[in-house]
């Protein structure tokens, strides 16, 4: 199984940035739809941004929109989460995740759920004060 390994979280006052970023080379050219989830303390995991590779859509939480820009930069074949104007609220651990399923329809209906996506990493911690 392959793994994804997460980067660029760290600790930053509010108001303040970060990017995260995923090497997905493998799994480009096979795959359509990949997403960013966030898991507070004492909280589910939830879908943040997702994204159908093919054509480049982006699908985000309200509560993100417009201050998180999920993309895939396919130069380094990274996919990477800019996370702007941040909120104490989102503090978490923040995962990457590639699901398998070739259709656009279930990506753009189930880019939120977990159980969408197959392969996922280990999470990097966002925290912000």
């Known amino acids: 199984d392959v793994q994804l390994v997460e980067s660029g979280g760290g600790s930053v006052q509010v108001g303040g940035s970060l990017r995260l970023s995923c090497p997905v080379s493998?799994?480009?050219?096979?795959?359509?739809?990949m997403g960013w989830f966030r898991q507070a303390p004492g909280k589910e995991r939830e879908g943040v941004a997702g994204?159908?590779?093919?054509?480049?859509?982006?699908y985000y939480d309200p509560d993100v929109k417009g201050r998180f820009t999920i993309s895939l930069d396919k130069v380094d074949n990274t996919l990477n989460l800019q996370l702007n104007s941040l909120k104490s609220d989102d503090t978490a651990m923040y995962y990457c995740?590639?699901?398998?399923?070739?259709?656009?329809?279930?990506?753009?209906?189930?880019?939120?759920?977990?159980?969408?996506?197959?392969?996922w990493g280990q999470g990097t911690q966002v925290t912000v004060s």
């Open positions: 994204i159908d590779i093919t054509g480049d859509i982006p």
């Open positions: 995740a590639v699901a398998t399923h070739p259709s656009e329809l279930l990506c753009r209906s189930k880019w939120r759920r977990n159980d969408f996506f197959a392969h």
């Open positions: 493998e799994f480009v050219g096979s795959v359509r739809c």
